[in-house]
C-alpha cells in the first residue's frame, strides 16, 4: 500500500498537537521543578537545626493560648513556651518550639498533648545557633519532604518524556 500525501490540513493538525504535547510537556517541567525545589527548601530548613549545639535548658513557662482568629470561628490553640539556656556563658532566653511555627490547631486535646512536652520547670535539650547564639529551638523540623521529593520529580519526567516525544517524530 502507498503512503498517501501530506496534504496541508493534515500537516496543520499534526503540527499544531506538536505545539499542544510541547506546551504541556514544558507546563509539567516547570510545575514538577516548582514543587521538587520547594520540597528541597523545606528540607534544606530541617537541615539547619541539626548543626546546631545541643545544650541543656530549662523550661520556664509553658501554656496553651486559645484566641480566635475572627469572631465567628472556632478557638485555635497554641503552645507557647518560655525557656532559659546557657551557651559560651551567656544566659539566654527563647520561645521557640522549632524554627518554623506550626499553625494552632482547633482541637484543644492537641495542644494540651503537645504542652505535656514541656512541662514548667522542667529540663530539656534545646538546639542553639552558634553563629547566634540567641537563636535556639527546642526540636528540629521534619525532613519529611525529602521522602516526598520524587513525587514532583515524577512530573518533571513525565513532561520531558511528552517533549521527547512531540519532538521525535516525523511530520
Known amino acids: 500500500m502507498l503512503p498517501t500525501p501530506m496534504t496541508h490540513k493534515n500537516f496543520t493538525s499534526i503540527t499544531a498537537g506538536r505545539w499542544w504535547l510541547c506546551a504541556l510537556g514544558m ?7 516548582f514543587f521538587a ?9 530541617a537541615q539547619i537545626t541539626r548543626r546546631w549545639t545541643q545544650v541543656p535548658c ?16 472556632p478557638p485555635a490553640h497554641r503552645v507557647e513556651v518560655r ?5 559560651n556563658g551567656m544566659k539566654h532566653t527563647s520561645t521557640r518550639i522549632r524554627q518554623v511555627e506550626s499553625a494552632p ?13 514541656y512541662p514548667t520547670s522542667s529540663s530539656q535539650l534545646c538546639f542553639v545557633n552558634p ?6 529551638v527546642l526540636q528540629h523540623a521534619s525532613r519529611a519532604a525529602l521522602y516526598s521529593i520524587w513525587f514532583p520529580l515524577l512530573f518533571v519526567v513525565g513532561g520531558i ?7 521525535r517524530r516525523a511530520p
Open 27 to 33: 507546563f509539567l517541567v516547570i510545575v514538577g521543578s
Open 37 to 45: 525545589w520547594r520540597m528541597w527548601l523545606s528540607y534544606e530548613t
Open 58 to 73: 530549662r523550661i520556664v513557662s509553658s501554656r496553651i493560648v486559645s484566641e480566635r482568629p475572627t469572631p465567628h470561628s
Open 83 to 87: 525557656y532559659e539556656y546557657e551557651f
Open 105 to 117: 490547631t482547633q482541637h484543644l486535646d492537641h495542644a494540651q498533648l503537645n504542652q505535656q512536652n
Open 131 to 136: 553563629a547566634s547564639p540567641a537563636e535556639a
Open 161 to 167: 518524556g511528552m517533549l521527547r516525544g512531540a519532538l
